[in-house]
């Protein structure tokens, strides 16, 4: 009964540094997401994925890509952390679509210095 | 733009009380709205959704009422228990597009 699993839990990165964020759903949820949750903002949409071999842009993209591995896994990638990017990342799927109820990870905690 | 708002940010009530959150947005135009709770250092756990088309929802003690025409929605919590703490977002969808969300109400329920 895992639902939606991201790893790691949390990390701590220097300035430059690149990382992978994995999520894999063992729901046969069709479509995907990474949002970031920071304090007063809310959360915002980074990148999605409405089906296998699809990636869109969300609303802050910008020092992300992201790669849709296969049905089950969406990784988010940080090719060179910035202090801006230190946030709690959450990842999320849904059966189609984004009128589908959304079903989230528990998240990463990232800290970047 | 879609603006989601819920006020208040944070809620403080003793065991057993009734209570209404409240989430309103800008445009009416929606699709359907979600409510979702969010323990600290936990992911988000949908609650309830509400079809555009639908009035209220309701999961055991709560109760999600929508009025989209006046742009609200509220989430009724019935005999609050300390095991209702945590902070509620609530989320509108207005088509296939991505959800937006508001910042959440944290709510403390005393023993």
């Known amino acids: 009964n895992a639902g939606v699993t991201q790893t790691p839990k949390f990390q701590v990165l220097k300035t430059g540094q690149s990382m992978t964020l994995q999520c894999a759903q063992d729901?046969?949820?069709?479509?995907m997401y990474w949002y970031r949750q920071d304090p007063g903002m809310g959360l915002r949409l980074i990148y999605y994925?409405?089906?296998?071999?699809?990636?869109d842009k969300g609303e802050v993209p910008n020092g992300y890509n992201v790669s849709r591995l296969n049905k089950r896994e969406f990784s988010l990638r940080l090719e060179s952390a910035a202090p801006s990017q230190t946030s709690v990342y959450f990842c999320?799927?849904?059966?189609?679509?984004?009128?589908?109820?959304?079903?989230f990870g528990d998240g990463t905690r990232l800290s970047i210095l | 733009k879609q603006e989601v708002t819920q006020i208040p940010a944070a809620l403080s009530v003793p065991e057993g009380e009734n209570l209404v959150l409240n989430c309103s947005f800008t445009?009416?135009?929606?699709?359907?709205l979600q409510w979702f709770r969010q323990d600290p250092g936990k992911g988000l756990t949908s609650l309830l959704l509400?079809?555009?088309?639908?009035r209220e929802q309701t999961s055991g003690r709560l109760n999600a009422s929508l009025d989209k025409s006046s742009g609200r929605s509220t989430l009724y919590i019935a005999a609050s228990q300390p095991g209702d703490s945590a902070t509620y977002l609530c989320?509108?969808?207005?088509?296939?597009?991505?959800?937006?969300f508001g910042k959440g109400t944290r709510l403390s329920v005393i023993a």
């Open positions: 999320a799927s849904s059966e189609m679509g984004f009128n589908q109820p959304q079903h």
């Open positions: 729901m046969n949820h069709n479509s």
């Open positions: 994925s409405a089906s296998e071999g699809t990636t």
């Open positions: 445009d009416s135009a929606i699709y359907n």
């Open positions: 509400i079809q555009s088309s639908q």
């Open positions: 989320a509108v969808n207005s088509g296939n597009t991505p959800l937006v």
